[in-house]
């Protein structure tokens, strides 16, 4: 398999948009759409497919959310139609990138995306899951935004937040609407991860930036630590900026080296 590529990760945006914005194919986007239904295949993670309602699984597993950062703004101001396409268009080459870096992509919400690495080896699925946050903002920002600008339409920002621990996968609901639903710790901080980071920028938790020691690429974020209390007990959480742009020289190599395999198949040797 060759290694995908930034430029490919930007046709998928721009065909994906332009076919959404095309209104002579909407017919027949209707009509494909009603025949493959039976074909689509959910969001969620292979190994807890099988669970049944109030079933639940537990796993070590690094969480990340990859958000379109201030687009409430954008769906504000611009076409209800044409914010939804964009947004649209770049989630689906956010879920082709966590594919080819071996993560699965667990879920959308409105304008993110929330994916999760199962270790094999737990260092090597935080690196894969670090460098496909990169690819994304590195895509988005060299790929996307030229082409928008080039439209006449608003640049877009991404932002990344990461962390690893357990997480427990629950079915819930009842035999006639349920859901997979992720809970635990890692996912949870991943989340605020990416809540407080800034457009451009990757924020983890100290559970994955223990599992790589090579501290040249973190640095303690400025609000850090996060603390907890309960029953009079305080704990501290630690979370850490990434320096991702200098691991995106080695991306494309490593797209290639993978080749889609998901993490957990890689094992430390």
């Known amino acids: 398999m060759s290694g995908y590529s930034r430029a490919q990760f930007g046709a998928t945006v721009r065909n994906g948009f332009s076919n959404r ?3 002579a194919n909407i ?20 190994d807890f497919e099988d669970l049944l309602v109030g079933a639940k699984r537990t796993a070590p597993m690094v969480a990340a959310f990859l958000d379109l950062t201030n687009f409430t703004g954008r769906t504000f101001w611009d076409d209800q139609e044409e914010a939804a396409d964009l947004a649209d268009a770049v989630l689906s080459g956010f879920i082709e990138i966590v594919s080819n870096f071996g993560g699965h992509p667990l879920g959308l919400r409105g304008d993110g995306l929330f994916v999760g690495f199962s270790p094999g080896d737990p260092a090597f699925t935080a690196t894969m899951a670090l460098s496909a946050c990169a690819f994304a903002l590195d895509a988005v920002e060299q790929e996307v935004n030229p082409w928008l600008e ?10 990344a937040g990461l962390d690893f621990g357990s997480i427990t996968f629950i079915r819930t609901g009842n035999r006639y609407s349920n859901e997979i639903n992720p809970i635990g710790f890692a996912a949870n901080f991943a989340a605020k991860c990416e809540k407080v980071a800034d457009s451009w920028e990757i924020v983890v938790g100290e559970g994955l930036a223990d599992l790589l020691p090579d501290y040249r690429y973190f640095s303690e974020h400025e609000r ?16 850490f900026h990434y320096r991702w742009r200098n691991t995106l020289p080695h991306l494309p190599g490593v797209i290639e080296t993978l080749g889609g395999i998901p993490t957990s198949q890689i094992h430390s040797r």
Not at 27 to 46: C, D, Q, R, W, Y
Not at 150 to 159: E, K, L, P
Not at 224 to 239: A, C, G, I, L
């Open 224 to 239: 850090s630590p996060k603390r907890y209390t309960r029953d009079y007990q305080t704990e501290s959480y630690k979370f």
């Open 21 to 23: 914005r095309d209104r």
């Open 150 to 159: 080039r439209r006449g339409m608003a640049r877009v920002q991404a932002r």
């Open 27 to 46: 017919i027949e986007h209707v009509a494909l759409t009603a025949s493959s239904a039976l074909e689509t295949k959910s969001l969620g993670h292979p």
